[in-house]
Each structure stands twice: as C-alpha cells, then as structure tokens.
C-alpha cells in the first residue's frame, strides 16, 4: 500500500494520558499535514511540516499538542494529558514538494481518538 | 483569511438523478486552488476533483464537474447520474498556490448525500 499510512486506526485513552499518532507519509512526499475533525465538523488545519521542521503550527493549541517530523520515521502527532474535548478523528495528509501548483493532499484514514 | 462555506447539511437526490452541492468562497488573494473531498462513512477522506482560480474552462473528473464561477466566488460540485455509492459527506476545500505560502487547505462544514434507490 503506498498511500498515506496512520495508526492506530482506533485509540482509547482516560483522561490525563498521553495520546501519540503516527503517520507515514506517501513514498516520496516530504511534507506533512495534520487535521483534526471532531464530530460533525469539516477538517481544522492543525499544523504542517516538513522533514525536521514545523512550518506552520497556526492550528495547534498552545499547550499539550505537539507534532515532529524526525528525518527517519514517521510524523508523530502528541497529545498530553488528553481530555474529552480532544475526541476526534485526526487526519494526516501528504503531498509532494512542489514550488506552486494544484498539489492536491493526499489523505491517511484517520485516527480516531476517544477520550473516557 | 479563507472561509469556506457549504449552506446545506443534508441533501437527498433520487438514484440516476443529477445533484448540485453547493460551495462558496472567501478570500483576498488572487491565486488558489478549489478542492472537492468525498468522505463516506469509513471515514476516509477522497479526492474528487481541483479547479484553479486562473483556469478558464470548469473542472471535470468523470461524473464530477464543479461549476466555478469565479465572480461570485463559488465552486459548486455537481454529481451526474448518482449511485448509491455516492452516498457520503462531501467538503469542499481551498488553499493558496503562490510559492512559499502556506499550503494547508481550509475546509467547509460539509453536505451529507444521501442518494434514495
């Protein structure tokens, strides 16, 4: 499969733990973003990266979201000390370098996060 | 700031039918790029089809085709001949394309389709 890869797919956490979510991205794509859906919602842009570097973390909240994307590896997306309110699907998307252009995002299936 | 704005949360259309979702836009900058998402209920969400704020003729992709009308800043997706497997959530979407800017798309709240056998 050389699509976007994220998982888990499913997790389950109590409040006060710490979520990581994982996300490969297509072969051959260097930049990275990440999405957070919560339910009934279009898609809020979190934060984009490339290898090594945060471009834009506009979307983040300020505390307990932090994102890296390691120069091996996958982008990890963490969340502390999660709460109810961080319930959620959370999307990453890849696309290729390019300078300008259409570039559409390609998608992962999302992981679904559920705070008890 | 983009905003992207989808006025209906639900729309039904009869199988074999066209169906129009509708989509408007707001922004300042003068070059960027209309996105459609077909989101069903597994979630994932799938490319449809892209139209360029420079490009003259409507954008197709099979039984899409997004009706751009630049002057009143709307990119509406029409469905011809609807299938049942055309039922989903479908968002529409923007992003800037000048070099160097921020790539991420900004996405509208969506339509839930339902198409009826």
């Known amino acids: 499969n050389a699509g976007v890869m994220q998982n888990p797919r499913h997790l389950v956490r109590r409040r006060g733990q710490e979520a990581r979510l994982r996300c490969s991205p297509m072969?051959?794509?260097?930049?990275v973003y990440w999405y957070r859906q919560l339910p009934e919602e279009g898609l809020k842009f979190m934060v984009y990266?490339?290898?090594?570097?945060?471009?834009?973390e506009s979307g983040m909240p300020k505390e307990r979201f932090s994102a890296e994307f390691p120069k091996e590896g996958p982008s990890i997306l963490r969340i502390q000390q999660v709460v109810r309110g961080d319930s959620a699907a959370y999307f990453c998307?890849?696309?290729?370098?390019?300078?300008?252009?259409?570039?559409?995002?390609?998608f992962g299936e999302g992981s679904r996060l559920t705070v008890l | 700031a983009q905003k992207i704005t989808q006025t209906q949360p639900g729309m039904f259309v009869q199988e074999k039918e066209a169906v129009t979702l509708d989509c408007t836009y707001d922004t300042s900058d003068q070059s960027y790029g209309l996105f459609w998402y077909k989101q069903p209920s597994s979630g994932e969400m799938i490319f449809l089809i892209y139209?360029?704020?420079?490009?003259?003729q409507n954008a197709t992709e099979g039984r899409y085709s997004l009706n751009f009308q630049k002057a009143r800043k709307s990119a509406n997706l029409v469905i011809s001949a609807s299938q049942l497997g055309d039922s989903a959530m479908y968002f529409c979407?923007?992003?800037?394309?000048?070099?160097?800017?921020?790539?991420?798309?900004?996405f509208g709240s969506g339509t839930q389709l339902t198409v009826l056998p």
């Open positions: 139209q360029g704020s420079y490009d003259e």
């Open positions: 072969k051959g794509h260097s930049h």
């Open positions: 998307a890849s696309s290729p370098l390019q300078k300008t252009g259409s570039g559409e995002l390609f």
């Open positions: 990266l490339q290898k090594e570097n945060i471009i834009d």
């Open positions: 979407a923007m992003r800037k394309l000048l070099s160097g800017s921020a790539r991420q798309l900004t």
